[in-house]
Nanobody, 130 residues
């Protein structure tokens, strides 16, 4: 069974850091994009960061709200996706989901449109207190 398993979430104080990991298993090689999304209670799921898996330069895309604070990366040998989160803010509090798929490539970057992604992990909770 194809699956993504996230880990690394937790509770931190504002200004702190967390590193999320997502390990993929099963039939995942056809997915040329991977990404991180988050969803706060009562709000729509939103894109946080994406990275091309089969694009030669592995371009990354970060949402404006996390740019300069978060970094997305991957380890192809371990089939693992990472999200390094620094300078965390209370508004970063959400369930974070790892995703894989074949969304639209725009300007070399994977689309962050939630509807275009088909494989999702179960999520890992990130809570940032003030």
């Amino acid at each position: 069974e194809v699956q993504l398993v996230e880990s690394g979430g937790g509770s931190v104080k504002a200004g702190g850091s967390l590193r999320l990991s997502c390990v993929g298993s099963g039939y995942t090689y056809m997915n040329y994009c991977m990404g991180w999304f988050r969803q706060a209670p009562g709000k729509e799921r939103e894109g946080v960061a994406t990275i091309a898996r089969h694009y030669n330069s592995s371009p990354t895309r970060l949402s404006d709200s996390v740019k300069g604070r978060f970094t997305i990366s991957k380890d192809n040998a371990k089939n693992t996706l990472y999200l390094q989160m620094n300078s965390l803010k209370p508004e970063d509090t959400a369930m974070y989901y790892c995703a894989a798929g074949r969304p639209t490539i725009i300007g070399g970057y994977c689309s962050n449109n939630v509807a275009e992604w088909h494989l999702w992990g179960q999520g890992t909770q990130v809570t940032v207190s003030s």
